[in-house]
């Protein structure tokens, strides 16, 4: 549709008098231009002004959309000198509304009119809908103009104007129903009656293309307003029998589709749109159609269930989910060592998969060789997303003892106390990291020290030779959550959680693994069989996703989060009822 531009749309200030002045020797682009300069510097009585200029050259010269947008621009103006005197402006546009002649223009005048009924929280709504009445009386002169010949200084042209022929009347039709939404059966009455009767109208002038369009708006209106999907499919369906010969039928073929995807039927979604191709191929948006195609049979894999943390020797399990291939390959890194200078070691393995004809998504399982020490980074070949799975015996708790951090380093399978591990206390970002300082666990697993700035978030990084614990261990105060100094006769409960990752991308999704224990003084056991609310948090805190987990035989939990497509690059945070929590990275990266 063609839409009406933005200052059309801005009902603001006073315009009771507009003068003549010296403006007529200029050209309308030569005073437009001053009032964009003078906007520019803030001056805005200098730009009223200049449109008191314009108006009285357009009405000179008969020119009514320059006087509507002379008139409306100076009321944008005078708001930001005086907000309160809506009312008068509002009063004057009435006036000019009553006094107005020409048909056209008393149409466009009383939609703006209506307009303002709708945003000023006015209750009345038969005044609004006397101006629409009003707006759309004179048919015959709104179809006969075309507006954007006529009216190309406010008015914009829309992807559907084509099909009326960039007439008036269905841009006053459209503008007119996107008053009426969300309103009570008599006002849903009255936008239909709207509808039917512009429908008549293109049929009696032979437009099959417009009267479908208006069709399939009225459907579309009528859904939005409680009009229940079986009804409305089934309207689809007459309309793409009796519509054959339009080419806006194609519109129905791709919605019918659509249905057809959700409800995974891909090869009937495909039947549909391949006749739609076939049948019509100048249609303007055949394009959309032919995108749709091109998604069902693309070839697809998803890879999913796979551990953050894995015991050297365990089978890896992987869940994958795919459509149109008969092969599967896994490309798994080795990113141990990886950087800019040296190449990334990498195997290959290959999965025959169980194919169909149907185009629809299969999930299997399969088992890939035990890895050895080390992290890894899984791709399925053709998947933009990966992986990080980190292999190591080493399970690494970090608990309060008074005022000092302790980091317990234990096996990873038998919870055996691991002697001589390597403790680093690290501070900065993973591109640039400080070692503070260095401690070795004793034969308890332990090492405890004071962190020299409480209100920084240090973190531990634990090895044992050529085992490295991931993913780093975050200490002390971060996002409003202090871990608990533990009273030696009280029993405090704490959740540690790890994810597979530092950063993430907008849309990826974060493996989150946990554990959680009771301790009382220095004892620490896990808790087994215990439920708990893992939270995701955006930037400002606000609760994206809310999981609930159990804890295994182990005190341990996994689950998972997709991050919204539209969310925004920063730091977010996830917490497990308060009792432990860790934070992440959304940005739009490369992994180096």
């Not at 249609?283 to 999913?304: D, F, H, M, Q, V």
């Not at 399982?365 to 992986?387: C, E, H, I, Q, V």
């Not at 993430?504 to 439920?531: F, H, L, S, W």
Request: aromatic fraction near 10%.
């Amino acid at each position: 549709y063609m839409k009406i531009k933005t200052f059309l749309l801005i009902l603001a200030c006073t315009c009771v008098t507009i003068s003549a002045s010296a403006g007529n020797n200029k050209t309308y682009e030569q005073l437009w231009n001053k009032v964009k300069s003078a906007e520019k510097s803030d001056l805005p009585r200098d730009g009223i002004k200049l449109c008191d200029e314009i108006y009285a050259k357009a009405n000179t010269e008969n020119n009514g959309q320059q006087m509507l947008k002379a008139f409306l621009r100076r009321m944008y103006l005078r708001k930001k000198i005086d907000n309160d005197s809506i009312e008068v402006d509002i009063n004057s546009l009435k006036n000019w509304q009553q006094r107005e002649k020409r048909p056209i223009m008393k149409s466009v005048l009383s939609y703006l009119l209506a307009k303002y009924q709708g945003s000023n929280n006015n209750n009345d709504d038969s005044l609004k809908l006397a101006y629409i009445r009003e707006s759309l009386k004179d048919r015959d002169d709104l179809a006969s103009t075309t507006s954007t010949a006529s009216w190309q200084e406010i008015i914009t042209k829309g992807s559907k104007s084509d099909y009326f022929a960039h007439d008036m009347y269905h841009l006053m039709v459209h503008s007119d129903i996107e008053l009426l939404y969300n309103h009570n059966a008599n006002i849903q009455r009255f936008a239909n009656d709207i509808y039917h009767k512009a429908i008549t109208y293109y049929s009696g002038h032979n437009n099959r293309d417009g009267e479908l369009v208006l069709i399939l708006d009225s459907l579309n209106y009528a859904r939005s307003q409680g009009l229940n999907n079986d009804s409305y499919y089934d309207g689809l369906k007459l309309l793409k029998n009796e519509f054959t010969d339009s080419p806006v039928c194609a519109q129905i073929y791709l919605e019918l589709a659509n249905k057809l995807i959700n409800s995974k039927n891909n090869k009937g979604a495909l039947d549909l749109l391949n006749e739609a191709v076939s049948k019509y191929p100048s249609y303007k948006n055949i394009n959309e159609i032919k995108n749709e195609i091109t998604t069902i049979k693309r070839p697809k894999a998803l890879i999913s269930g796979i551990p953050n943390v894995l015991y050297p020797g365990d089978p890896l399990k992987i869940t994958v989910t795919y459509s149109n291939i008969s092969e599967l390959q896994l490309n798994n890194e080795d990113i141990n060592d990886s950087n800019d200078n040296k190449p990334i070691k990498s195997n290959t393995y290959k999965f025959a998969l169980k194919t169909n004809n149907n185009y629809s998504q299969n999930d299997t399982t399969l088992t890939m060789p035990a890895l050895g020490l080390g992290r890894y980074s899984l791709s399925a070949k053709g998947s933009y997303d990966n992986a990080d799975i980190n292999v190591t015996r080493l399970f690494v708790l970090n608990r309060k003892i008074e005022d000092k951090n302790q980091i317990v380093v234990l096996d990873g399978k038998t919870g055996y106390p691991v002697k001589d591990a390597k403790v680093d206390i690290v501070y900065g970002n993973d591109d640039k990291e400080n070692v503070v300082t260095a401690y070795t666990t004793d034969v308890d697993g332990t090492c405890s020290f004071a962190l020299p700035d409480k209100n920084k978030n240090y973190f531990a990084k634990v090895s044992k030779g050529n085992d490295k614990a991931f993913p780093k261990i975050s200490l002390g105060y971060y996002y409003g959550y202090y871990y608990n100094i533990n009273d030696p006769k009280v029993e405090n409960t704490n959740i540690q959680l790890f994810t597979d990752r530092a950063i993430y991308r907008p849309g990826q999704t974060i493996q989150v693994n946990g554990v959680e224990y009771t301790q009382t003084g220095d004892d620490a056991v896990v808790c087994p069989g215990k439920q708990c609310n893992v939270t995701l948090h955006d930037n400002n805190g606000k609760v994206i996703a809310e999981n609930k987990v159990t804890t295994n035989d182990f005190g341990s939990f996994s689950t998972q989060f997709t991050l919204p497509a539209n969310i925004l690059n920063g730091g977010c945070f996830i917490d497990a009822d308060e009792k432990g929590a860790t934070t992440i990275r959304v940005e739009e990266y490369k992994r180096p």
